[in-house]
């Protein structure tokens, strides 16, 4: 298996789900085991400001990095020419993103619970993302929500002027806040 490459076999690309899968279950256990429970409800609050964010950084992670740096931008550009393709971000390069920039800094300003909960939350994000880009692309729409985020996300891909949309992928809520949902054709008067 290499380590830096995008396209992936089937093997590696699945392996993510899998290593995703397990660091869920692992976190939940942790922060279920070590949880102050005499705080009452506020414990929900820390997992859901995980997920929350991860709304907003997959937003801005799609919009700015994917499609504005380098080396990002060309190497989603692959994505966008090969849509079938099993390429994602490397494992080892997500994992160690989420722990540098989320795990460590809430270690260090919140405590070990609270970290583990907003990342914990965090990659339940992460990982609905995942299976919604993996469904997007590779199943049949068989519910109303998933055929609503697949023409949702074929704007995207299809999108061929210069103003770029739909970037979330598991939400459309962040491209309407920040005005890059699709703007309604306009009524041609007759």
């Known amino acids: 298996m290499r380590l830096f490459a995008l396209?992936?076999?089937?093997?590696?690309?699945?392996?993510?789900?899998?290593?995703?899968?397990?660091?869920?279950?692992?976190?939940?256990?942790?922060?279920?085991?070590?949880?102050?429970?005499?705080?009452?409800?506020?414990?929900?609050?820390?997992?859901?400001?995980g997920l929350l964010g991860w709304t907003l950084v997959e937003y801005l992670l799609h919009r700015f990095v994917l499609h504005g740096l380098q080396p990002f931008r060309r190497w989603h550009a692959a994505h966008h020419d090969q849509p079938?393709?099993?390429?994602?971000?490397?494992?080892?390069?997500?994992?160690?993103?989420?722990?540098?920039?989320?795990?460590?800094?809430?270690?260090?300003?919140?405590?070990?619970?609270?970290?583990?909960?907003?990342?914990?939350?965090?990659?339940?994000?992460?990982?609905?993302?995942?299976?919604?880009?993996?469904?997007?692309?590779?199943?049949?729409?068989?519910?109303?929500?998933t055929l609503r985020r697949k023409r949702w996300h074929a704007a995207h891909h299809h999108r061929t002027d210069a103003s770029a949309v739909c970037f979330g992928v598991t939400s459309g809520w962040w491209d309407r806040v920040l005005g890059s949902a699709p703007r309604p054709p306009t009524p041609v008067e007759g």
């Open 84 to 145: 079938m393709a099993l390429i994602c971000t490397p494992t080892w390069l997500s994992a160690a993103l989420i722990v540098v920039l989320v795990f460590l800094p809430m270690l260090w300003l919140a405590g070990v619970w609270r970290a583990s909960a907003v990342t914990w939350g965090l990659l339940i994000g992460y990982l609905a993302y995942a299976v919604t880009h993996h469904a997007i692309h590779h199943w049949r729409a068989d519910s109303a929500w």
């Open 7 to 49: 396209e992936h076999g089937r093997w590696a690309y699945l392996a993510d789900f899998a290593f995703y899968g397990a660091a869920v279950t692992a976190l939940a256990a942790f922060v279920v085991a070590t949880a102050p429970w005499p705080q009452g409800p506020g414990l929900a609050l820390w997992p859901a400001a």
